[in-house]
C-alpha cells in the first residue's frame, strides 16, 4: 500500500497513471479494480456520488470498495472525495472570478453552508484569517496573494 501525504501528491500520483495508461503504458497499479475506482471517482467527484452508488456503477460490493480504498489510499471513501472538492474548490478560487456559492455546486458540494464549513475546517484557520469573504466583491482569498 502507498501512504500519500497529502491529497495533492495522491492526485498528481494519478493523473501520471492515467495519463500513462491514456499513453499505452502499464499503470503502476496493479488492483485493476482499485484503478477503475480511483478512474470513476475523479471524473465524478462534482456529482453526488456515495460509496454504495458507486459500487454499484462498478459491480462491486460496497464494503470491498470500502476496504480497498482505505487499504490502497489510508484514507476513506468519503474523505477522500471531500479532500478532493476542496483541492478543485481552491483552485478555481485562485482562478475564477465566480460567486463562491457557484464554485461549491461546481464541485459538488450542494450546501453552501456545508462547504464554507468544510473549507474552513481545511483551512485550520479561522475566517478573519484568511478564509472565504462571504460576499463576492470581498474576495479578497489570501491564496490569491500566494497564501494556499
Not at 501512504?3 to 493523473?15: D, G
Not at 474523505?79 to 481552491?90: N, S, V
Not at 481545511?122 to 500566494?146: E, H, T
Request: some cysteine; glycine content about 6%; hydrophobic content about 35%.
Amino acid at each position: 500500500m502507498t501512504e500519500y501525504k497529502s491529497l495533492p501528491e495522491m492526485t498528481q500520483r494519478l493523473e501520471e497513471l492515467l495519463s500513462a495508461t491514456a499513453e499505452g503504458a502499464s499503470p503502476a497499479i496493479t488492483n485493476s479494480n482499485f484503478f477503475k475506482l480511483l478512474k470513476f471517482v475523479n471524473a465524478h467527484y462534482m456529482e453526488d456520488i456515495s460509496l454504495a452508488g458507486t459500487a454499484a456503477i462498478l459491480h462491486m460490493n460496497p464494503n470491498y470498495v470500502s476496504q480497498m480504498f482505505r487499504r490502497e489510499t489510508g484514507e476513506t471513501f468519503t474523505r477522500y472525495i471531500t479532500d478532493l472538492r476542496i483541492t478543485q474548490a481552491k483552485k478555481l478560487l485562485r482562478t475564477e472570478d465566480s460567486a463562491i456559492s457557484d464554485i461549491a455546486l461546481s464541485v459538488g458540494f450542494n450546501d453552501y453552508f456545508y462547504f464554507l464549513k468544510t473549507f474552513k475546517k481545511s483551512q485550520g484557520k479561522p475566517r478573519a484569517s484568511g478564509g472565504l469573504a462571504s460576499d463576492k466583491s470581498k474576495r479578497a482569498f489570501v491564496w490569491k496573494q500566494g497564501g494556499c
